[in-house]
Nanobody, 124 residues
Framework: QVQLVESGGGLVQAGGSLRLSCAAS????????MGWFRQPPGNERDFIAT????????RIADSVRGRVTISRDVAKNIVYLQLNSLKPEATAVYYC?????????????????WGQGTQVTVAT
C-alpha cells in the first residue's frame, strides 16, 4: 500500500502562485508514476501533470502547459506541483495520485492510490 498526503493549498489572488506538495509513504518502491489531478466544483477530475519513473520529461496537460511545473524529490518521496499565473477557474480540489504502472498516465482510473486532496481557491 501507498499513502499520499498533499499540502500547500490555500487562498491566493489571481495571478499569484502556489506550490503543492505530495508526500508518499508505505510501499514507495512500487510506484512507477505520480501526478496531479484537479476537480473543480461540480466537475470531473481532470489531469494536470505526472512524472513517470525513468522518463526525463514529465507529462503535462495542454490546458495548463506553461503555467505549471511538476518535480520530484527522490530522496524524500515528494512530488511538487508549482502553479503560476493562477486564474479563478483554477479553483478546485487538487489531488495527488500514484500507481504501479507506467501506462495511461492522463486517466484517473489508471491510478490506484490517491491523497485526500487539498483545496486551492483563486480570488479575483
Amino acid at each position: 500500500q501507498v499513502q499520499l498526503v498533499e499540502s500547500g493549498g490555500g487562498l491566493v489572488q489571481a495571478g499569484g502562485s502556489l506550490r503543492l506538495s505530495c508526500a508518499a509513504s508505505g510501499c514507495t518502491e512500487s510506484i512507477s508514476k505520480m501526478g496531479w489531478f484537479r476537480q473543480p466544483p461540480g466537475n470531473e477530475r481532470d489531469f494536470i501533470a505526472t512524472i513517470i519513473w525513468g522518463e526525463e520529461t514529465p507529462r503535462i496537460a495542454d490546458s495548463v502547459r506553461g503555467r505549471v511545473t511538476i518535480s520530484r524529490d527522490v530522496a524524500k518521496n515528494i512530488v511538487y506541483l508549482q502553479l503560476n499565473s493562477l486564474k479563478p477557474e483554477a479553483t478546485a480540489v487538487y489531488y495527488c495520485a500514484a500507481d504501479q504502472t507506467h501506462v495511461l498516465w492522463s486517466t484517473s482510473s489508471a491510478y490506484d492510490y490517491w491523497g485526500q486532496g487539498t483545496q486551492v481557491t483563486v480570488a479575483t
